[in-house]
């Protein structure tokens, strides 16, 4: 299973708003509508932002929503603040029964 | 709380097999599936592998299925992986992973280091 491909680094400016893409394949993201997204700052550990799409754990602020087209899910950040400088991540379960796989990462830069 | 404490990092020579563990606490530990996903330096993160909440059903990451197994001690709540035949590639931070049990990773452990070299 290949990984979900992601673009490699975006950035933004406080206040602003960024999209971070996430493709895949008729074999994940294209079937399901289970892809999350994950913040990873380094060091720590990843945290969840958004599962199915668009739902957003308990705590997680609504500057941070999620949206599926074909085998594309995109996450969307708005309002920037320099605290979401991190590496973010996608994930998919995929018709392969029981497995996952994720996106290679998206650095986000807070300029 | 949820808790996923991991055990301390390894060093190990190619070739090698490494035993981690995963003690949870602040859930049900069999009612959750659990996963394990690693992360090489500079890369992205890896899925694994997971394990049903009552250990029967095991499912692999397919370039790993014959090195890699997971179980499960109910009795104790931990969680173990196993990798055999260790290469310099497998070199990593490996994560013990909660599953929120709505196709989502919801808690993940601080993480083990493993390095691989001669």
């Known amino acids: 299973q290949s990984a979900l491909t992601q673009p490699a680094s975006v950035s933004g400016s406080p206040g602003q708003s960024i999209t971070i893409s996430c493709t895949g394949t008729?074999?994940?993201?294209?079937?399901?509508?289970?892809v999350s997204w994950h913040q990873h700052h380094p060091g720590k550990a990843p945290k969840l932002i958004l599962y199915?799409?668009?739902n957003r754990p308990s705590g997680v602020p609504s500057r941070f929503s999620g949206s599926k087209s074909g085998n594309t899910a995109s996450l969307t950040i708005s309002r920037l603040l320099p605290e979401d400088e991190a590496d973010f991540y996608c994930?998919?379960?995929?018709?392969?029964?029981?497995?996952?796989?994720f996106g290679g990462g998206t650095k986000l830069t807070v300029l | 709380q949820v808790k996923l404490v991991q055990s301390g990092a390894e060093v190990k020579k190619p070739g090698a097999s490494v035993i981690l563990s995963c003690k949870a606490s602040g859930f049900t530990f069999t009612t959750y599936y659990m996963h394990w996903v690693r992360q090489a330096p500079g890369q992205g993160l890896e899925w694994m592998g997971s394990?049903?909440?009552?250990?029967?059903?095991?499912n692999y990451q397919q370039t790993l299925q014959d090195r890699f197994s997971m179980t499960k001690d109910s009795s104790t709540r931990t969680l173990y992986m196993e990798l055999r035949g260790l290469r310099s590639e497998d070199t990593a931070v490996y994560y013990c992973?909660?599953?929120?049990?709505?196709?989502?990773?919801?808690?993940w452990g601080q993480g083990t280091l493993v390095a691989v070299s001669s």
């Open positions: 008729s074999r994940d993201i294209g079937t399901y509508n289970y």
């Open positions: 994930s998919s379960f995929t018709t392969t029964t029981g497995t996952w796989v």
């Open positions: 394990i049903s909440p009552k250990g029967d059903v095991r």
């Open positions: 199915k799409v668009n």
């Open positions: 992973v909660k599953d929120g049990n709505d196709f989502n990773f919801d808690y």
